[in-house]
């Protein structure tokens, strides 16, 4: 049945604005919205799926500079199952972060909104991920999904996150760690751990590198499993050479903490949504926790280098020699005179081998004229010349630079 439409006076319909402006209006729960656009009440919750977005009309755009931005997420992959924990908590580096901000994982698809965000700055978030929403218990489905915050209406870039689950290695597709043990200085890399990988029908038919083959080298704590902990920390393996009908991968760790750790290669021909784990031992397709490779992370020796940067904040040794033995690298001063003109704090011009090790050198004092070490060229105990001070007056002394114990130009003291 129609029913005909009866319109109000204008007069009417003024006064009933008025009044609708001197009223405050409540809705009930069904008037409120469901969309991910709109701005949220971060207390309303708690990432179980279960409740709709609350819409608030009246929170104003940002400005787009103060857009949230997310730059980073560590990790950016975990068990489908959300691991142990049921849960995976991924860290979040970026700009404009808000405490009152929410998740979002494909624009909250299957419930996934997130709003019990531990807020450490404007910088860093972490956020607590839950098992594949696109699946159910035993959580079986690898599925690529992107995550995006939100502060009131205003969005942020998304990134990706990756839910992958465990593969068995068979005949088709298996691998051995061929390195039971290795060593490393904390925070260097440590000495490259070898494995072999087998996929019928790709290593033993292709020569060099296979497109279909992503393998990771990963380190963590000693009894964890990496299926369920996700705090191992995985990086991407080198491939190295055909072997047969095998390739040969390798991986190099650099451990934060000197300690043991246990090693694993994993590898996938899906980019990452299925993982097939390797240890030691090749005859079980089962993965076993007492047949992984093991890190022994020791303190580095003094001066210890692996690339020039890790001599940049020396004075006079910044060139670092790489030996065979990778235990026997250091900082030195120079291999050739153009280490000693082109370091600004070198003790000399000409690089000089001495029995102390290689020595910017000097001539005579006029090859210090520059030098902030100091201008004269002195005699050092062992015989060979460097540029230093006697005096002040070898140093900038008009600018309150003394010639210090150490017979090299130093600042002035500061002031009481």
């Known amino acids: 049945m129609k029913i005909k439409k009866k319109f109000p006076s204008l007069s009417l319909f003024l006064a009933i604005g008025a009044l609708s402006l001197a009223i405050p209006v409540a809705c009930s729960e069904n008037d409120k919205g469901a969309s991910p656009d709109a701005g949220t009440d971060a207390s309303a919750f708690d990432g179980s799926g279960g409740d709709a977005l609350i819409v608030d009309a009246f929170v104003p755009d940002l400005d787009p500079a103060k857009a949230p931005k997310i730059e980073q997420i560590l990790p950016a992959d975990g068990p489908a199952d959300g691991g142990k924990l049921g849960k995976i908590t991924v860290t979040l580096v970026g700009k404009n972060f808000e405490p009152t901000m ?10 996934a909104v997130i709003t019990k965000i531990d807020f450490t700055s404007p910088t860093t978030v972490k956020i607590d991920l839950p098992p594949n929403p696109y699946d159910t218990a035993p959580f079986d489905q690898a599925n690529l999904v992107s995550l995006h915050v939100q502060v009131g209406k205003a969005k942020s870039n998304a990134v990706d996150f990756q839910y992958w689950v465990e593969q068995k290695a068979d005949a088709k597709l298996k691998g051995v760690i061929s390195t039971p043990t290795g060593e ?4 260097f890399d440590s000495a490259p751990f070898e494995a072999k990988v087998f996929i019928e029908g790709v290593t033993d038919k292709v020569t060099g590198k296979p497109a279909q083959l992503t393998a990771q080298i990963g380190f963590g704590r000693v009894g964890e499993d990496p299926r369920k902990d996700y705090s191992w920390r995985w990086v ?24 043991q750790y246990d090693v694993l290669f994993r590898v996938s021909t899906d980019g990452g949504g299925h993982w097939v784990y390797l240890d030691t031992d090749d005859t079980n397709p089962e993965l076993q926790l007492d047949k992984v490779a093991k890190l022994s992370v020791s303190d580095a020796p003094k001066g210890y280098c692996q690339d020039p940067v890790h001599c940049i904040t020396n004075r006079f040794e910044k060139v670092c020699d790489v030996k065979t033995d990778w235990k026997a690298n250091r900082c030195i001063a120079c291999k050739v005179d153009g280490d000693c003109t082109s370091n600004p704090t070198a003790s000399g011009n000409k690089c000089t081998l001495t029995g102390s090790g290689p020595v910017c050198t000097c001539a005579a004092s006029t090859d210090c004229t520059t030098n902030p070490g100091g201008h004269a060229c002195v005699q050092t105990q062992g015989g060979f010349n460097v540029c230093a ?17 150490s017979g090299f130009c130093e600042p002035p003291p500061p002031t009481p």
């Open 389 to 405: 001070c006697n005096t002040a007056q070898d140093c900038d002394w008009k600018n309150g630079e003394v010639c210090g114990q």
């Open 236 to 259: 991407a393996a080198k491939w190295e050479r055909d072997e047969g009908t095998d390739d040969v991968i390798s991986g190099r760790i650099a451990p934060p903490i000197k300690q």
């Open 102 to 111: 929410a998740a979002f994982i494909d624009g909250g698809v299957n419930g």
């Open 184 to 187: 490393a200085y904390r925070d």
